[in-house]
């Protein structure tokens, strides 16, 4: 009767040693096949909100003007993938009697910075840059200007930087991979990270 008893405590251990290894490797990879790609939408006024935080921008341009960016205001740019953003403008130099005032609007395709888990804008454009009040040769100098403060504005300013909790869901780590514009802000998809 010992024998049997000792018998069946080995096959326990056994049992323990190599089944439940088993079966818990078994759980974990059907965990791994829940956790595909998912997307995440960001609304436009959350990214509005982390953009507020980045502004006023104040930048040195053609070593003459400061120009300050102020009151960013983010659109969607449904059609092609892009975002719009335009702001006040205060333009000073030594010069110049008084700041000018004015706007800039610009346009950008959205792209996913995974090196700073970020939103960013790539190939900008200024679509419109007024300064009422200037002359042609002056408006030409500010745009010049302009484009150089904007240059910086999409290398250096993120539209969007991911949460902790966006990158890491159900202890799986994801890195997102494409983004596209919707009616009401982005939709980005997450993969699984290699």
């Known amino acids: 009767m010992r024998t049997g008893l000792r018998i069946s405590a080995r096959r326990r251990r056994l049992f323990q040693l190599f089944?439940?290894?088993?079966?818990?490797?078994?759980?974990?990879?059907?965990?791994?096949s829940l956790s595909g790609p998912r997307e995440v939408e960001i609304p436009v006024e959350r990214l509005q909100r982390g953009l507020d935080q980045r502004f006023p921008l104040q930048q040195r341009a053609l070593g003459v003007f400061d120009l300050q960016l102020a009151r960013p205001q983010l659109a969607i740019l449904r059609d092609?993938?892009?975002?719009?953003?335009?702001?006040?403008?205060?333009?000073?130099?030594?010069?110049?009697?008084?700041?000018l005032q004015g706007t800039v609007a610009l346009s950008g395709r959205l792209l996913v910075d995974n090196v700073r888990n970020a939103v960013v804008l790539s190939d900008a454009q200024i679509e419109r840059f007024t300064v009422p009040g200037t002359d042609e040769r002056m408006q030409g100098?500010?745009?010049?200007?302009?484009?150089?403060?904007?240059?910086?504005?999409?290398?250096?300013?993120?539209?969007?930087?991911?949460?902790?909790?966006?990158?890491?869901y159900l202890g799986v780590q994801y890195?997102?991979?494409?983004?596209?514009?919707?009616?009401?802000?982005?939709?980005?998809?997450?993969?699984?990270?290699?």
């Open 19 to 32: 089944a439940l290894p088993l079966a818990a490797g078994a759980l974990l990879a059907g965990c791994a």
């Open 80 to 99: 092609n993938d892009r975002l719009a953003l335009t702001a006040d403008v205060i333009v000073t130099a030594p010069l110049m009697r008084r700041p």
């Open 141 to 168: 100098n500010l745009t010049a200007a302009a484009n150089v403060v904007v240059e910086r504005l999409v290398r250096d300013v993120p539209i969007y930087h991911f949460r902790p909790d966006e990158l890491r």
């Open 175 to 194: 890195v997102p991979t494409t983004i596209h514009t919707t009616r009401d802000g982005l939709s980005v998809r997450f993969v699984p990270a290699q």
